[in-house]
């Protein structure tokens, strides 16, 4: 079944940076992505990324985030550098078996099966 877990999550003035981590097993898995979700709005699709390392970006963070996974393939990443009071929200790591295009697309919640419990952004202006 496996297992996700989220951390890294914080307060941050504008400007700032973070780094979340999702503990996921890229032997399980075939794609990982990163969401998030603020209050009172849908849940939006940040960042992906499959075996082969390829990724993909949601526009509203490209040059500003950054998704990786380590050398061991343990560890899901999300490095997020300039941040702004609009990236506050909760975020969550997610995961898929299924490979295929979808990861090398903008993603949204249907393709993940496997999610973590999120952890909260806060950026203040």
């Known amino acids: 079944q496996g297992q996700l877990v989220e951390s890294g999550g914080g307060s941050v003035q504008a400007g700032g940076s973070l780094r979340l981590s999702c503990a996921a097993s890229s032997y399980r898995h075939n794609c990982l992505g990163w969401f998030r979700q603020a209050p009172g709005k849908e849940r939006e699709g940040v960042a992906s990324?499959?075996?082969?390392?390829?990724?993909t970006y949601a526009d509203s963070v490209k040059g500003r985030f950054t998704i990786s996974q380590d050398s061991a393939k343990t560890m899901l990443y999300l490095q997020m550098d300039s941040l702004q009071p609009e990236d506050t929200a909760m975020y969550y790591c997610?995961?898929?078996?299924?490979?295929?295009?979808?990861?090398?697309?903008?993603?949204?919640?249907?393709?993940?099966?496997?999610w973590g419990q999120g952890t909260q952004v806060t950026v203040s202006s």
């Open positions: 997610a995961a898929d078996r299924r490979g295929g295009g979808y990861c090398r697309r903008p993603i949204e919640q249907r393709d993940f099966s496997y």
């Open positions: 990324i499959d075996r082969t390392d390829f990724a």
